[in-house]
């Protein structure tokens, strides 16, 4: 028991609302031992958060109420999830920020449009605190997507309420500029018999960092936990992702596909799942690819399966870095399809599978052509280079 | 014209312990629509002789000559030596995820081609070729080869070698595997391309079965990286009857 509860701690380190339970971290802690504090502009530790510099935009589909709200209102929505900070970013924005965006789906209302909020940063030299709240209510259904651009310093929390039986998808878009930093939380709450579908994307940005945590607020809950990644040279890309069986009968299912290129790329993927006592019946897979496409980059990758009970349907994980495939190279080239082409069409293999289970056509096609951008600047490059 | 002409070819693959020598002087032509059998014992070599034509990055030339009408193949790349009009169907096809059939037999009829091939005749050609290889439509949506099983990755091969419509063919045991429905849906396939003008086919094969419906014009017995004896048709028939043993003993 007590070794259990050791290890349940190195997983999901417990939390604390008071910032005085939160020092600051030196790099030591095993959950931020990949991270390069360093760059992070003092998000993690006393950045002083100022009034927001980025633009925030959204649509409001019929039925639907998005909104900043402020007072006793936005301080009623700290935690709404269940969270608990577990980071002292985490606690410093729910402690320090005014506001909240909040995102409200009524209970048994059907979006069929996509709520589609984007972050525009304007100036990386200023730090920034944001609490989103996305609470879908029961038997709802509606995707929503967070869309980051430009450039930032945004510590941030977002916070998803999953009604009972809902049908939900959050997609968080990280297509920065060179010059941000992100550090972002995101915790749901998966109702009873619920489905999530969670999609985090990182493109851009100096060092993105995202926890995507899901906790199940009763039995029978469903969370898909997608993701994709491209890292160019020096950036910092790393999602954690943690699964807590609290409930029986739930399953949660996490695919991250990821790409390094370039000299410094670095990526980080953290996938852990408990399963606590009473999670009886439980589904539970991870599985993180990396492709590394040049020389000088790193792709960490590492499946944390904690199991504390041991009636369990199903619990697997995999785990893969490899360079490009040769033998997929040379059967591609066998039929007369030049190298460049011929590595283009693998990495959009690679992505392919996983973008159409994003299940939002409207993205579908932006992110093909983000890829095709991210390969134009390496991969084709080099080969032309060997080619010449 | 379609003249493949392999000279003294020695190849040796990079192992643990060194390069090891696997062919050790291979000559051998093709001439025009010719179709030459290549039979022999399992590690024989034969899909090395295979592999090294098309230019798989695994095989090193050692020594001797390929040649293609004339043109130097081993100073061609990969995707050059398709170009140029080598198809190489393969003993196990590989897997591309995520990369469906159509897309992939699209950019590969237009590499070949050098210009896309016109829309409305494409989709009717590929339709064609994969049902002539009893394969459904649908398998254009599907990655390549994933979850194909054996006898469908082979008839995707020959459903290939029709769209592409190279100039020499080599397949590499594309018979094992199938059953007597499959073997004959494949050596029909087989069987058009060799009906056009011009074309040459190396079947590689463990099996006399295949030659029952494909015919070659020669037959070779590939032993220990080198062609032991060639004769006609005939030759096949006698293997079939006393197997490799002789061959194998004189090693
Ligand atoms: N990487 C390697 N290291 C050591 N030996 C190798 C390596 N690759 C191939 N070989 C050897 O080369 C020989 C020829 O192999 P090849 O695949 O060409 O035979 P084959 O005639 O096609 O056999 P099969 O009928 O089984 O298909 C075999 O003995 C094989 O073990
Ligand atoms: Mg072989």
Redesign the pocket.
């Known amino acids: 028991m007590l070794e259990t509860k050791k290890i349940e701690s190195h997983l999901n380190p417990a939390g604390s609302f008071d910032l005085a339970d939160h020092p600051v971290p030196t790099g030591r802690e095993e959950i931020w031992r990949f991270t390069p504090l360093k760059r992070l502009r003092g998000l993690h530790a006393e950045a002083e958060f100022g009034a927001p510099t980025s633009t925030t935009d959204w649509n409001t589909p019929s039925g639907v109420r998005v909104e900043v709200v402020e007072g006793d209102e936005a301080r009623a929505l700290r935690g709404v999830s269940g969270l608990v900070p577990n980071t002292r970013f985490a606690a410093r924005v729910l402690a320090e920020v005014p506001s909240t965006l909040l995102v409200d789906v009524p209970a048994e209302a059907e979006v069929a449009e996509p709520i589609h909020v984007t972050v525009q940063g304007q100036d990386a030299g200023a730090a920034e605190a944001a609490h989103v709240v996305l609470r879908f209510g029961a038997h709802s259904r509606a995707v929503v997507v967070l869309d980051h651009t430009g450039h930032a310093s945004l510590a941030q929390v977002v916070e998803v309420v999953v009604g009972d039986g809902s049908q939900v998808s959050v997609v968080s878009l990280q297509d920065w500029s060179d010059d941000a930093v992100h550090l972002t939380h995101h915790e749901a709450s998966v109702g009873r018999d619920a489905t999530y579908k969670h999609v985090g994307i990182s493109f851009g940005g100096d060092v993105v960092r995202m926890d995507s945590n899901v906790h199940y607020a009763g039995p029978g809950g469903s969370a898909e936990l997608l993701g994709l990644y491209f890292a160019d040279e020096g950036q910092h890309i790393e999602h954690r992702l943690f699964a807590d069986h609290n409930e029986p009968r739930t399953k949660s299912n996490v695919v991250y596909k990821g790409a390094l290129q370039g000299q410094g790329a670095h990526t980080v993927w953290v996938g852990n799942v408990l399963i606590r006592q009473v999670a009886e019946g439980i589904e539970t897979y991870e599985e993180n690819r990396n492709l590394v496409l040049t020389d000088g980059c790193q792709a960490d990758s590492v499946p944390n399966l904690e199991i504390e009970t041991g009636e369990i349907e199903g619990a697997g994980h995999a785990s893969a870095t490899g360079r490009f495939d040769d033998e997929q190279l040379f059967y591609l080239r066998a039929r007369g399809i030049a190298e460049a082409e011929a590595r283009r069409l693998v990495v959009h293999g690679f992505f392919n599978d996983l973008i159409r289970k994003i299940g939002v056509p409207s993205l579908e096609e932006k992110l093909m052509a983000t890829v095709e951008d991210e390969l134009s600047k390496n991969v084709l490059k080099d080969v032309t280079e060997v080619g010449a | 014209m379609s003249t493949l002409q392999i000279t003294d070819l020695h190849v040796s693959?990079?192992?643990?312990d060194g390069p090891?020598q696997?062919l050790k002087g291979v000559t051998l032509t093709i001439d025009d629509g010719e179709t030459h059998a290549i039979m022999?014992?399992?590690?024989?070599?034969?899909?090395?002789?295979?592999?090294s034509i098309a230019g798989h990055p695994?095989y090193t030339v050692t020594g001797g000559s390929v040649t293609l009408d004339g043109e130097d193949v081993l100073a061609m790349s990969v995707d050059e030596r398709a170009r140029a009009g080598l198809f190489l169907a393969m003993?196990y096809p590989v897997e591309v995820p995520g990369v469906s059939v159509s897309n992939f037999l699209r950019t590969a009829k237009t590499a070949i081609d050098g210009e896309a091939p016109k829309l409305r005749h494409w989709v009717k050609d590929v339709n064609k070729a994969l049902q002539d290889l009893n394969l459904d439509p649908s398998f254009g949506t599907r990655s390549v080869n994933e979850g194909f099983s054996g006898g469908e990755k082979k008839r995707h091969e020959i459903a290939q070698l029709e769209l592409l419509d190279p100039k020499v063919a080599i397949l590499?045991?594309t018979d094992s595997g199938l059953d007597i429905d499959a073997l004959k849906v494949v050596s029909a396939g087989v069987n058009r391309f060799r009906a056009k003008e011009g074309k040459g086919v190396l079947l590689?094969t463990?099996y006399t079965r295949i030659l029952r419906y494909i015919t070659p014009d020669r037959v070779h017995v590939?032993v220990d990286?080198k062609i032991a004896d060639q004769g006609g048709p005939e030759l096949a028939d006698a293997l079939e009857a006393e197997g490799y043993d002789k061959y194998l003993t004189k090693v």
């Open positions: 693959v990079d192992t643990e090891k696997i022999g014992p399992n590690g024989s070599g034969k899909s090395t002789l295979a592999y695994k003993q590499d045991e590689i463990h590939f990286g």
